[in-house]
């Protein structure tokens, strides 16, 4: 079992920005791709975001390209969430999930995830 914790979550004006972060066992970046996912109420889960170390890449949904930004620091063992203008539709639970990868992986929002964080809330509102 993979254990992933999120955090930085909280309340924020529109306009605003935060970064959630999601720490992961060492080594994890190694072997699995990180995704960022949200569910609003009443809506079903969506991909957010995704890195890959094997190959380096990134993905993201349409509706946060050019506002969120995904990164890792393998030294700290935690991927980011830099979410720049946010928008009240952005307002979700936030999860961090890991994909057991191959070499040259390229992640995609759409893949399926192996193991799944609890959650943080991100709420936009003024």
């Known amino acids: 079992q993979l254990q992933l914790v999120e955090s930085g979550g909280g309340l924020v004006q529109p306009g605003g920005s935060l970064r959630l972060s999601c720490a992961v066992p060492i080594f994890t970046l190694d072997y699995y791709a990180i995704g960022w996912f949200r569910q609003a109420p009443g809506k079903e889960r969506e991909g957010v975001s995704c890195i890959s170390s094997s190959s380096g890449s990134t993905n993201y949904a349409d509706s946060v390209k050019g506002r969120f930004t995904i990164s890792r620091d393998n030294a700290k063992n935690t991927v980011y969430l830099q979410m720049n203008s946010l928008k009240p539709e952005d307002t979700a639970i936030y999860y961090c999930?890991?994909?057991?990868?191959?070499?040259?992986?390229?992640?995609?929002?759409?893949?399926?995830?192996?193991?799944w964080g609890k959650g943080t809330l991100v709420t936009v509102s003024s």
């Open positions: 999930a890991a994909r057991r990868i191959r070499s040259g992986y390229v992640c995609s929002v759409r893949d399926g995830m192996d193991y």
